[in-house]
């Protein structure tokens, strides 16, 4: 399984991004896939996850309200929506897959995880 996230770039706070999650080798079903985000010197964290099957979904506090994690089912794509964004949200942000369908926030129950796309956000 290969996960590519894609959709980062520069951008002004108060601006939006969306991020992509796209398999290949795999077609998402009985997965949970989340985002996580890590800053340089500082340990990679929750985001955002969602139980494709269920549609169910899941966030940190500091993105609620602002980012929204969604799929679409014909694509085999995980998007995050990132609205209102902050510096502190600058990071590279990582997309990973569960393969249990378990909602979770934990980085060590994920199984593949992708290469990561930045994101910068300029005060």
């Known amino acids: 399984v290969q996960l590519q996230a894609s959709g980062g770039g520069l951008v002004q706070a108060g601006d939006s991004l969306r991020l992509s999650c796209a398999a290949s080798?795999?077609?998402?079903?009985?997965?949970?896939i989340g985002w996580f985000r890590q800053t340089r010197g500082k340990e990679r964290e929750f985001v955002a996850a969602?139980?494709?099957?269920?549609?169910?979904?899941l966030y940190a506090e500091a993105v609620k309200g602002r980012f929204t994690i969604s799929r679409d089912g014909a694509k085999n794509i995980v998007y995050l929506q990132m609205n209102n964004l902050r510096f502190e949200d600058t990071a590279v942000y990582y997309c990973?897959?569960?393969?249990?369908?378990?909602?979770?926030?934990?980085?060590?129950?994920?199984?593949?995880w992708g290469q990561g796309t930045l994101v910068t956000v300029s005060s």
């Open positions: 990973a897959v569960e393969d249990w369908n378990h909602l979770t926030r934990e980085e060590g129950d994920y199984d593949y």
């Open positions: 969602i139980i494709w099957s269920y549609d169910h979904t």
């Open positions: 080798g795999r077609t998402f079903s009985n997965d949970a």
